[in-house]
């Protein structure tokens, strides 16, 4: 009995010896596959059929657009060649309420728009306001407001929207049909409009920066200057000051917003219009974080050639060669000349070149002009493919 305690004690052993053989073996070629990189570039993981599965390429979805060869074209993007903000004049919808303004917001995110500047939130003709976007305390004041000046909700359902749509919001201020009759070549009139405005930047602020803070981000100043021969840039500057300064004072985290044009009545050269600009950077005091986003005039100067106009955005870049504060975006415009929308290779063709030149892009104006708002569904397939291409290009997901 005792030699086949033995003999099973041996095989015993002999068998372990065995499963410990395969064990070990197994083991050593498990780790080599572990430390192989499988599809998904993570060691030791299977990659499901989705995650090794190519994307699809994205065609661009229009003809090229026929112009002549622009410096630009040999430039790579500096931004992704689509608008990210959009303009919307609120007369177009002033009295909406909540529910139309999200359905509204929820079609400008689908075309990868990702905040709304209202172009200006009161209206002011021969010296006196006729209208606002909220309920400002000057209602009623005949010393500043018209006897029949109106009151609107526009601001507040915005607001409301864009914080249940997770939309950024940046509201304008200034802006009024005399500044059209060069009411800035007055000084006194430039001090007076810009300290006044001040009160609707501390009105603003008050009634809605504490119930949305995370979505009432900017201003925009709604004076629209332009390249010219006069040297106005001295009283831009002057009234740019005073609305900056008391920004700065109410709330330092909150930038502004510029958009400037080339004016065709004014005409002047490349070299002033450059100028105009280096001049007005070195006379104001711009904050870090302050975005100036010119009109592109790409699609709206026909009396000079696209080498021209196409210039004019150089122009910007080196009006800007020493301007640290400022962030340079283009306000690429999408709608014709002689009125209404601009073919929609056109705009894609404006956005690819401003994209070489620029850090960001907003449009006047997706709402006015695409939206299923105003053009039904016209335009939103093919512009979502545009932008759905363009995020391609540029490396976003």
Not at 104 to 109: D, Y
Not at 273 to 296: H, K, Q, Y
């Amino acid at each position: 009995s005792n030699k086949n305690m033995k003999i099973r004690q041996k095989y015993h052993c002999k068998t372990i010896a065995i499963l410990l053989s395969i064990i070990l073996t197994l083991a050593f070629f498990a780790s080599c596959t572990d430390d192989t990189p499988n599809e998904s570039g993570l060691s030791g993981e299977q990659s499901s059929p989705e995650e090794t599965s190519t994307p699809e390429e994205i065609m661009y979805p229009f003809e090229p657009y026929e112009r002549e060869e622009l410096p630009a074209d040999e430039l790579e993007s500096k931004c992704a060649p689509y608008p990210t903000g959009d303009f919307i004049q609120p007369w177009f919808a002033a009295n909406w309420s909540v529910s139309r303004w999200e359905t509204h917001l929820e079609a400008l995110k689908a075309a990868g728009i990702e905040f709304v500047i209202l172009q200006f939130t009161s209206s002011y003709q021969d010296g006196k306001y006729t209208d606002f976007n909220y309920p400002s305390s000057l209602i009623g004041n005949e010393e500043y407001c018209t006897p029949d000046c109106k009151t609107h909700d526009t601001v507040a359902s915005l607001l409301e929207a864009a914080k249940n749509t997770g939309m950024k919001v940046w509201l304008g201020i200034g802006g009024c049909s005399d500044w059209w009759g060069y009411a800035f070549s007055d000084i006194d009139w430039c001090v007076k409009r810009a300290t006044e405005t001040n009160f609707i930047i501390k009105e603003l602020y008050d009634m809605y920066k504490h119930q949305y803070p995370d979505t009432f981000v900017g201003w925009y100043w709604a004076w629209e200057m332009f390249g010219n021969k006069g040297n106005h840039e001295k009283n831009w500057a002057e009234m740019i000051n005073i609305n900056l300064d008391y920004m700065t004072e109410l709330d330092p985290t909150m930038p502004c917003m510029f958009s400037t044009y080339y004016s065709m009545y004014e005409n002047c050269t490349p070299e002033r219009f450059t100028e105009v600009w280096s001049n007005l950077f070195s006379l104001t005091r711009f904050r870090e974080g302050d975005i100036w986003a010119p009109m592109d005039g790409l699609g709206t100067l026909p009396e000079l050639t696209y080498t021209q106009r196409e210039q004019l955005l150089r122009c910007y870049v080196e009006a800007m060669e020493n301007e640290d504060r400022l962030t340079l975006w283009f306000n690429v415009e999408n709608f014709k000349d002689g009125g209404g929308a601009a073919e929609l290779a056109r705009f894609a063709d404006q956005c690819i070149i401003c994209s070489k030149y620029a850090e960001g892009l907003i449009t006047f104006s997706y709402t006015h002009y695409y939206s299923p708002t105003v053009a039904g569904r016209a335009y939103t397939k093919d512009y979502q493919t545009y932008v759905k291409w363009a995020k391609q290009e540029f490396g976003e997901n």
